[in-house]
């Protein structure tokens, strides 16, 4: 499928910025609902039909839930508040009931200050960049006035709790400690809850929200302090999700962090082993390091690659049959299970793998032999066409033609943040520190950076 251009709004996860800035803010809020509400009736959801909406713990989020709920008012659908849940138990709400549409009002791994709006399709998957492009068409040019919504309640939490619990018999996880760090985020109540089901013994990381601290110094961005909790603790594993729990970083009982790609490793090669993908073709985005592919041919699996972002990821693993796909920053998509990338489904699909192997992680992690990776992030005043970066591309290409097909060297634009994200794998660290160096210098030269 070929792409369109980028969106003036809608970046790589829906819309997202700080609150109160130029795109999160009430009148465009309610201007996107409206929009959203035409786009699905347009495209045969009939009038009156419902919209799931649930969102993270931003103190921004109820206020921005309203908004939205009066545009999708003025363009005569209903909504089903969930309150607080993670992004997944939106998706999972809206596969099951067949909603007109759902809405995660998150803005993922960023600090309170931001926030944003996703959007999930009667299937439970993200909207596509064609979907997005054609709401973004549809924007009155002002909020409509004097709408009041009715919201009825909607319990897509409870919901998700029952079905992620039912993934281990009960009491599974009896004699367990496990260290949870929600990110004082949406996952605090869910993931606590089935694992406390599952008879786990918990020590609780940032658990507290209080609408300002969300992914403040904990979650899936920092796992030092789960790490430091679970060398004291003695625990078997640590779980970190992101601020809107659809995110999985690991701790080993060791204090060993694992990232999405050693995640995906475990359950891949477990999977592949048991014959439990009825497609042995796995997918993960540019960004997963290229270690990943030896293990998964080495156990007679195929890789593809996707786009950086979750939902691209989704499209290649629907096109090609795929089950199961991942990207290094702990989206993990288990497609028998959720539509959608969950940090807690995840965590237990690993868990499992524990269980039915009697490895600790430590020892299943092994598996995965890691080229050596570094990455960088310059933020820009203005994301310059990289085809016009003269500097840039040529060192690109060099450095394409030294590495060969022992590394590789990856530049593109963040779809979320104003930056510019720079990856280099190679055979040594040396050869690895001297590329990005030669990429940094490059885009210096080349582009306007803040």
């Known amino acids: 499928m070929t792409r369109i251009p980028r969106h003036k709004y809608f970046g790589t996860d829906g819309v997202r910025g700080p609150y109160g800035g130029p795109v999160i803010n009430e009148p465009f809020a309610a201007r996107l609902g409206e929009a959203a509400g035409r786009f699905v009736l347009a495209n045969g959801a009939l009038a009156g039909s419902q919209v799931i909406v649930g969102r993270d713990t931003r103190a921004s989020g109820p206020t921005l839930e309203m908004v939205l709920a009066r545009g999708f008012a003025a363009a005569g659908l209903r909504v089903a508040s969930a309150g607080v849940v993670p992004t997944p138990a939106v998706s999972l709400a809206v596969a099951e009931a067949r909603a007109a549409l759902g809405v995660a009002i998150t803005a993922s791994h960023n600090l309170a200050i931001d926030n944003g709006i996703k959007f999930f399709g009667p299937a439970g998957v993200k909207l596509t960049d064609e979907e997005e492009a054609e709401i973004e068409r549809q924007l009155p040019a002002e909020p409509a006035a004097n709408v009041a919504p009715v919201i009825d309640p909607n319990d897509a939490g409870q919901r998700y709790e029952t079905k992620v619990a039912a993934l281990l018999p009960p009491e599974a996880l ?52 789960m790490a430091v909790a679970v060398r004291a603790s003695g625990a078997r594993l640590g779980i970190a999700h992101d601020g809107d729990a659809d995110r999985c970083i690991l701790c080993d009982e060791a204090g060993g962090i694992l990232d999405g790609d050693e995640i995906f490793i475990i359950l891949a090669l477990h999977a592949l082993k048991n014959n439990k993908l009825s497609s042995r073709t796995l997918v993960v985005t540019l960004q997963s390091n290229i270690g990943v592919d030896a293990a998964v041919r080495a156990a007679g699996g195929e890789v593809v690659r996707s786009r950086v972002g979750d939902r691209y990821l989704i499209e290649r693993m629907a096109a090609c049959g795929s089950a199961l796909g991942s990207e290094p ?38 598996h995965l032999k890691k080229f050596p990776q570094r990455t960088a992030a310059l933020a820009v005043r203005e994301k310059l066409p990289l085809e016009h970066c003269a500097h840039l591309t040529s060192e690109i290409a060099a450095l394409e033609s030294e590495l060969g097909t022992s590394g590789r060297a990856l530049v593109r634009y963040s779809g979320t943040e104003s930056k510019l994200r720079l990856l280099v794998e190679g055979e ?11 990429l940094e210098t490059a885009a210096r030269v080349d582009l306007p950076l803040s």
């Open 329 to 366: 920053s702990g989206h993990v998509i288990c497609r028998e299970i959720s539509p959608t990338s969950d940090g807690l489904v995840a965590a237990l699909k690993v868990i499992e793998v524990m269980l039915v192997t009697g490895q600790p992680l430590s020892f299943l992690r092994r």
């Open 174 to 225: 009896s004699g367990w400690k496990i260290v949870l760090d929600t990110a004082n985020g949406a996952g605090y109540r869910t993931s606590r809850e089935v694992l406390k089901k599952l008879g786990a013994e918990l020590m609780l990381l940032g658990n507290e929200p209080d609408g300002t601290n969300i992914n403040a110094g904990v979650g899936s961005q920092h796992p030092e302090a």
């Open 428 to 438: 040594s660290e040396d050869i690895v520190s001297a590329a990005l160096l030669r």
